[in-house]
Structures are given as C-alpha cells and as structure tokens.
C-alpha cells in the first residue's frame, strides 16, 4: 500500500516558481512510477511530468523546459520544481503512482494506483 501526500501549492505571480513536494510511505523504491497531474477547473486531468527511479523522464509540452520533477528515493519524496509560472498552470496538483516502469503509459494514458490529496497552485497577479 502506498500513501502520497502533496504540499507545497500557493499563490505565485506570473513568472514566478515553485516546488510542490510529495511525500510518500510505502516501498517505492524501483517499483513505482511517480507523476505529478493537474485538473483546473471545467478542464480534464492532464498528466504533467512522470519518472521512474532511473530512465528519462516525461514532460507534458505545456511544461517542457520550465517543470522539472525529482525523486529522492532515500526520503520517499518525489518534487515538481515549477518556474516561470503562468495564469494557465493554476489547478489543483496531484501525486500520483503506479507499479510499473512505463511512465508514459501513466502520464497518457492508464490512470495511476495510488493518489494523493491535491494542494492547489494558483497563478495571478
């Protein structure tokens, strides 16, 4: 069983950064893929980034060159460092994972395990 928890979400102006963390508990180590999604309102999920603990990760091109995700195995804790930050990035953020390696597969498309709570990220001036 794994349980993710989200923190870090907030009010940020346009152009500006943030790091959303998820901690997890549970065996994730080498098992799991993790993944960060966004649900904004009136608008579908979409995945955002996902990784295995090893491989090249996934970026949704709405993303690309401004999001990065990490994962710290030792701590069980997955991080989405958001910079350059638009209107358009406002949503509720979830964490999410699965037993598999195939993180495209849950970024696009098999809907994960196992997911956190969300924490809300807000983009405005």
């Known amino acids: 069983q794994v349980q993710l928890v989200e923190s870090g979400g907030a009010l940020v102006q346009p152009g500006g950064s943030l790091r959303l963390s998820c901690a997890a508990s549970?065996?994730?180590?080498?098992?799991?893929?993790i993944g960060w999604f966004r649900q904004a309102p009136g608008k579908e999920r979409e995945g955002v980034a996902c990784r295995f603990v090893y491989g090249s990760p996934y970026y949704a091109d709405s993303v690309k060159g401004r999001f990065t995700i990490s994962r710290d195995d030792v701590k069980s804790t997955v991080y989405l460092q958001m910079n350059s930050l638009r209107p358009e990035d406002t949503a509720v953020y979830y964490c999410?994972?699965?037993?598999?390696?195939?993180?495209?597969?849950?970024?696009?498309?098999?809907?994960?395990?196992?997911w956190g709570q969300g924490t809300q990220v807000t983009v405005s001036s």
């Open positions: 999410a994972a699965s037993q598999t390696t195939a993180v495209r597969t849950v970024c696009l498309g098999t809907a994960p395990t196992y």
């Open positions: 549970g065996d994730i180590v080498g098992r799991y893929v």
